[in-house]
């Protein structure tokens, strides 16, 4: 029997000290954007989540080859 690994990455919309931060450009990129290509280029999992309760934040999901929760 062969496992899976599976990625769950959290990235809520609410912050208290700075608004939206996960989708707050770093270096021209979505600051959630850095933790999904860590990720995906790892080579570690099979399959990565998206979890937010922030559709702005799971529309970044769109991009990569990886699920997406509303929560």
Same mark, same amino acid.
């Given at each position: 029997?062969? /496992? !899976?690994? @599976?990625? #769950? =990455? ?5 912050? !208290?000290?700075?608004?939206? /931060?996960?989708?707050? +450009? %770093? @270096?021209?990129? +979505?600051? #959630? ?10 080579? @570690?999992?099979? *399959?990565? =989540? %998206?979890?937010?309760?922030?559709? *702005? ?5 769109? !991009?990569?080859? =990886?699920?997406? &929760? &509303?929560?």
């Amino acid at each position: 029997m062969t /496992k !899976k690994v @599976l990625a #769950v =990455i959290p990235a809520r919309k609410g912050s !208290k000290g700075i608004p939206n /931060k996960n989708i707050y +450009p %770093l @270096l021209n990129k +979505p600051l #959630v954007n850095w933790t999904i290509d860590a990720a995906v280029s790892s080579g @570690l999992f099979d *399959e990565i =989540i %998206l979890s937010s309760d922030s559709e *702005e934040i799971l529309q970044e999901a769109d !991009k990569y080859n =990886i699920q997406k &929760h &509303h929560r």
